[in-house]
């Protein structure tokens, strides 16, 4: 079981960004509860999402999986899928796969939030 904290946040021109925080591994036994609940958050919510991966100290392919089909998700539905705050250990995971450069990867949730408000409002 993965614990996946939900926020809301409401950018200056009323744009819904849904911002969810796993913590713990992003792996085989987990990633498929983290894709639904992007699933779900995309479909119901808001088609604008930002990760905040700080908590996340372990991530494989399974969960790397489950962050592309997210932001797959969100571009079908011309949103947004920010990924911010990734763990030192997780980040080479990112940087080894090249998913650093396929990804939009911000330091903090503020810049994923608002360097993006720009963006999402596209």
Known sequence: MIHIEQKEHT????????ILAPSGRLDITTAWQFRLKLQECISRLSSHVVVNLSQVNFIDSS????LVAGMR????VSGSFRICNVHPEAKLVFEVTMMDSVFEI???EEEALEGG??????
């Not at 950018?11 to 849904?18: E, L, N």
């Not at 998700?73 to 079908?76: I, S």
């Not at 408000?117 to 596209?122: F, L, N, T, V, W």
């Open 106 to 108: 911000f330091e903090t």
């Open 73 to 76: 998700d969100a571009d079908k």
């Open 117 to 122: 408000a720009r963006g999402m409002a596209s």
């Open 11 to 18: 950018t200056p021109d009323d744009t819904k960004v849904i």
């Open 63 to 66: 969960g790397l999986t489950s």
